[in-house]
């Protein structure tokens, strides 16, 4: 279940993954790609970056978050990543996505999570797994290399290699999307 022309994406987590797969999908020719977060700053950086729709989460219920988004897009994507690893994220990505659709899991979270498999299966919404390095190394590239891709813009903060410690104390406050620590 690839990303094609005219394809409805939900994202869920806007973090770095989350925002590059936002920006992949939007170079793969999505039409419409929402994302959701618990963070606004998150989702800012998600709209400037393409984002069509975002969805703040503020519920860990994930059926009514599957309604938000289904009342935000206007029906539900075809295709949701999670990229977030979080039991409830990965919950409304289920219920979010339509019946046929296809979820696939990027984020890595607990070993063990609850899932409504049931309503899965009966509507026929394909589970993936993806191990998210393996064999994307030159795609990734040529994606970014071209201009189709620009993740300059989730740089948000530079430090030099004297200042790691200020850069690991933005990390750990929430700050940013990546930081950078300069070697040179």
């Known amino acids: ?44 950086m998600a709209k400037a970056v393409g984002a069509d729709y975002t969805v703040l989460v503020k519920s860990r219920d994930g059926q009514e978050v599957a309604r938000q988004i289904e ?21 409304t990505a289920i219920y979010a996505t339509e019946s046929g659709g296809c ?29 998210r390095y393996v064999n994307c190394y030159p795609t990734a590239l040529a994606m970014i290399a071209s201009g189709k891709v620009n993740v300059k813009p989730l740089i948000t903060h530079r430090f030099k290699l004297q200042d790691s410690v200020k850069a690991f104390e933005t990390v750990a406050k929430g700050e940013g999307i990546k930081v950078m620590i300069h070697c040179a």
């Open 1 to 44: 279940a690839g990303v094609s022309l005219g394809s409805r994406v939900l994202v869920c987590g806007a973090g770095p993954i989350g925002l590059v797969n936002l920006m992949t999908a939007k170079a793969n020719g999505a039409s419409e790609v929402c994302i959701t977060d618990i963070d606004e700053k998150r989702l800012e």
């Open 103 to 131: 979820v696939v899991l990027v984020g890595l979270g607990p070993a063990d999570v609850t899932l409504p498999i049931v309503n899965a299966s009966v509507r026929e919404v394909d589970i993936r797994g993806i191990f």
């Open 71 to 91: 009342e935000v897009m206007g029906q539900k994507p075809e295709i949701t990543i999670e990229c977030s690893g979080a039991p409830p994220s990965i919950q």
